[in-house]
């Protein structure tokens, strides 16, 4: 039977590890496991398996040293099939601790390249990490948006040639699109 949660830690130059976790069943015991090891992450895990949106929170555990945690929704496709489905990431981050929870097996493979390693071996501390992480995961936004205005200067130039008859579908398709890439952009940027 394979593990109901798996994990990989790396540690980077500047004296901090990523815990990269994938977690296929939020009520394993192997869950319940790591909730108990780790007091501090205890109320992030609590949480995550019931976020379905963007979720952050930022806290004080010590009264001094701020951790935040939360899920970040993106999408690694380019065509929007259905706006229902979401790849999320939960992340926990403290000075010297980053963990992430179901990243995409696409973003884990550009994050172990030659480039993203050597940038996060360069970071002083997890908080750093984790911008090195967002920054590959907003490339996902860009593409997506790219894609759609490609997209919509077909449309416009199928506009300018003959009003084709079945223009308004795309011109509604088209507005899902950018609906679906706009509200992923804005929970980003929150």
């Not at 319940?32 to 976020?51: F, G, K, M, S």
């Not at 979720?55 to 496709?77: E, H, I, Q």
């Amino acid at each position: 039977m394979a593990a109901e949660v798996s994990s990989n830690i790396l540690s980077f130059a500047g004296h901090w590890t990523w815990h990269d976790l994938v977690v296929e069943d939020w009520s394993s015991e192997d869950f319940r496991q790591l909730q108990e090891a780790c007091p501090l992450i205890e109320e992030w895990l609590e949480v995550i398996p019931n976020i379905e949106q963007n979720y952050m929170s930022v806290r004080f555990p010590d009264g001094v040293n701020a951790v935040m945690f939360g899920t970040l929704p993106y999408s690694v496709k380019m065509e929007v099939e259905d706006s229902a489905h979401v790849d999320r990431v939960h992340f926990y981050v403290q000075r010297d601790k980053l963990i992430t929870i179901n990243l995409d097996q696409n973003t884990r493979e550009i994050m172990a390249t030659e480039e993203r390693t050597a940038m996060l071996h360069q970071c002083h501390s997890a908080v750093d990490g984790m911008f090195v992480l967002a920054r590959t995961i907003l490339h996902y936004f860009h593409l997506g948006l790219d894609h759609f205005e490609a997209n919509l200067r077909k449309l416009e130039h199928a506009m300018e040639m003959d009003n084709q008859r079945y223009l308004m579908d795309k011109i509604l398709n088209s507005r899902f699109a950018l609906l679906y890439w706009s509200n992923l952009s804005r929970r980003f940027r929150s």
